[in-house]
């Protein structure tokens, strides 16, 4: 993972870059025969940028909502981005 900075103020930008040849167990998880980026792998994300927010804090997660499921392309790499704002 690494931190992108943003045009946008009170706003931080991580990326995490996806790949079946990196992370070869990830093609163990299929749906529909297709390879599908697991709900652990997400808090897992979600839990790392907390971190580095927020470093020696202790994190809680609640209320986490998958909207839609990841399809990991089978030769491509995914970046996967996540957004935080400031409340």
């Known amino acids: 993972s690494h931190f992108v900075s943003s045009i946008h103020e009170g706003e931080q930008i991580f990326e995490f870059d996806i790949n079946l040849q990196k992370y070869s167990f990830l093609r163990d998880h299929l749906v529909f025969g297709k390879p599908i980026f697991p709900a652990a792998g997400f808090i897992e994300i979600v839990l790392t940028c907390g971190q580095k927010l927020f ?3 202790s994190l ?11 399809e ?7 970046t996967l981005q996540v957004v935080v704002q400031d409340s």
């Open 55 to 57: 470093p020696g804090k």
């Open 72 to 78: 990991i392309p089978i030769s491509l790499s995914t």
């Open 60 to 70: 809680r997660l609640t209320d986490l909502s998958i909207k839609k499921a990841l």
